[in-house]
């Protein structure tokens, strides 16, 4: 089975896929390593996709609809559609490795590999995401993934200006079309 490895080496984590993107598979598995301390992604909704975590080993905490719950190897907890979500390695000491399924794939793995991909051309960190690609990716992935901390109509319309510059700059050409 192909293997396709994203490092963000600035921060430590990794995140492996298991094949090509396809939007019209039921499901996407992926494996994220988080190193000790590290916090995963920011406060985020899968709109019409759950996502299950199995944590392999270290320990993670979760964050789900405001709540806090701790998870360690072994363990697994589903998030649904439409649920405000994060989480962070619960170790200062041991890295968190997620197995991590979305279902249905969508463009999810299209989603992650051009925001990582983003980050590593631009220094390796997610923090390094230019406003414009960035933009312009939550733009094209709205119906699927949003922030998590921002009212959705006005993530409409900040995302909408930013990727109309982005198109407008040349700066969308940085990012793949979307499969689907």
């Given at each position: 089975m192909k293997k396709?490895?994203?490092?963000?080496?600035?921060?430590?984590?990794?995140?492996?896929?298991?094949?090509?993107?396809?939007?019209?598979?039921?499901?996407?598995?992926?494996?994220?390593?988080?190193?000790?301390?590290?916090?995963?992604?920011?406060?985020?909704?899968?709109?019409?996709?759950?996502?299950?975590?199995?944590?392999?080993?270290?320990?993670?905490?979760?964050?789900?609809?405001?709540?806090?719950?701790i998870l360690s190897a072994g363990e697994t907890i589903e998030v649904h559609a439409g649920v405000v979500h994060s989480f962070t390695n619960g170790s200062s000491t041991e890295p968190l490795v997620n197995r991590i399924v979305v279902e249905p794939a969508l463009n999810f793995q299209w989603f992650m590999t051009e925001a990582v991909e983003s980050a590593i051309r631009n220094g390796g960190s997610w923090k390094d995401i230019p406003l414009l690609e960035g933009g312009h990716l939550m733009f094209l992935a709205r119906k699927e993934n949003r922030d998590g901390r921002v009212p959705y109509f006005l993530q409409y319309i900040l995302f909408g200006v930013l990727s109309l510059f982005a198109i407008l700059t040349g700066k969308s050409k940085n990012i793949s079309p979307m499969n689907k």
């Open positions: 396709i490895v994203l490092d963000l080496e600035k921060e430590g984590k990794r995140y492996t896929f298991f094949g090509d993107p396809d939007p019209d598979s039921p499901s996407l598995e992926f494996e994220n390593v988080i190193p000790p301390g590290a916090i995963g992604p920011e406060p985020h909704v899968h709109m019409i996709q759950k996502e299950t975590f199995h944590v392999i080993s270290g320990k993670m905490i979760a964050r789900v609809d405001g709540e806090e719950r």
